[in-house]
């Protein structure tokens, strides 16, 4: 258990996501034209480094889950901020692709425990039914990551070098996050109340035997790969249709915007429906929204609006992924159950930078695959109905 109270833990909990984010994440982002140009290496290559970090938080999730269930979060998380200093570390002297690649691996590892993931599990045991609007507050904390530190990452490149600047970054995720995991957060968790008489008790063997889980990890699944392929190709998709590069990277950060919109509203709309609802309403808003964002040739005002519109929608995905598990079979085993059931989730996303382009070439262009991806959020509308 932690001495402090409940919202100075889920502050200090929403502060190191903004910090964790916006190092681990956006950082490389940001960073990345300017690595390809020292270095000869391609911003495609980069990436894909970086992507293969994020396959390996999948995968890591798993194990961190259940530990988070087992034995509390506060080892766990300060272990992510040590690894993620000694990936970054890495990265920074990397003298070739290989180590370069080793490096994310590591901070992949460190993503796994430090991120939404791990944060959720924290807010489902720890606020039980209040989790909606504690998951609410962490996601519009992490949404300011990019904001926070796309003009620090920017700002260090015009003073020093790359490498040094992922240096600071490592140095700053270990002064200010070590100590908010380590003073901030509970050792271990405090036993749960007894189950009342009747009430099912799910494990993660049970649950992944049964149609439901299946049903909502396509719909899920479906919905991510939709909802990201696209709106992470919006600026060739954009220019496509006549805007200028300036303008639809406008776009972007407007659809970016769109998403704290989204997930304000998530959590003012009520929750007494059955829980395969709010999924299926994100999954409908989406394959309209896509369907638009393939169709309407303009003007560009109109598209900025698509596009907004449609970041609230995937601002809003974040908080109904994070709320399926606990919706469906309670905050009991949580982590475990929610590590399995985000992994090929957190895969997809991580591909969802290649996923958009990859798909315009094998379909003739950018507004057919939005088309496409709008078929995709009509298979998560579909399945939604059985999670």
Not at 217 to 225: D, P, R, T, V, Y
Not at 226 to 249: D, Q
Not at 263 to 284: C, E, N, Q
């Amino acid at each position: 258990m932690s001495k402090y109270p409940l919202g100075v833990r889920l502050a200090a909990l929403s502060v190191g996501q903004v910090i964790s984010w916006g190092i681990l994440y956006y950082a490389l982002i940001i960073a990345a034209p300017a690595i390809a140009d020292e270095t000869g290496w391609s911003v495609a290559t980069i990436t894909l480094c970086f992507s293969g970090g994020l396959i390996v938080s999948a995968a890591a999730g798993i194990i961190v889950g259940r530990w988070l269930d087992d034995r509390g979060p506060r080892l766990i998380m300060t272990l992510g901020a040590m690894i993620g200093t000694l990936g970054l570390v890495i990265v920074s002297a990397a003298p070739n692709l290989v180590i370069f690649t080793l490096g994310w691996i590591v901070c992949g590892l460190a993503q796994s425990a430090v991120l939404y993931q791990a944060a959720f599990t924290i807010i489902a045991r720890r606020h039980g039914d209040a989790r909606r609007g504690a998951m609410t507050i962490l996601t519009l904390a992490g949404g300011l990551a990019s904001t926070v530190f796309a003009p620090v990452v920017a700002g260090l490149l015009t003073i020093v070098d790359w490498r040094a600047t992922f240096l600071i970054l490592a140095a700053t995720l270990l002064v200010l996050t070590l100590p908010l995991h380590w003073i901030f957060l509970e050792r271990t968790w405090a036993p749960l109340p007894p189950a009342h008489e009747g009430e099912a008790v799910h494990n993660v063997g049970t649950v992944i035997r049964t149609r439901q889980f299946w049903m909502l990890e396509i719909s899920m699944l479906a919905l991510a790969a939709a909802l990201f392929s696209v709106t992470l190709a919006i600026i060739p998709l954009y220019m496509e249709k006549g805007m200028s590069y300036e303008l639809a990277a406008w776009a972007l950060g407007l659809l970016g915007a769109g998403q704290v919109i989204g997930r304000l509203l998530y959590v003012a709309v009520p929750h007494g429906t059955a829980p395969w609802v709010p999924l299926a309403i994100t999954s409908g808003l989406a394959a309209v929204l896509l369907a638009l964002m393939g169709l309407v040739p303009g003007p560009p005002w109109l598209l900025i609006i698509v596009g907004v519109i449609t970041g609230a929608v995937r601002g809003a995905q974040t908080l109904v992924q994070g709320s399926a598990v606990a919706d469906r079979w309670g905050v009991r085993n949580y982590g475990t159950i929610n590590g399995v059931f985000a992994a090929p989730i957190t895969a997809i996303t991580a591909l969802g930078p290649a996923l958009g382009p990859v798909i315009a070439v094998a379909v003739g262009g950018y507004s057919t695959m939005a088309l496409v991806m709008a078929g995709f959020a009509l298979i998560a509308l579909v399945t939604a109905r059985f999670s």
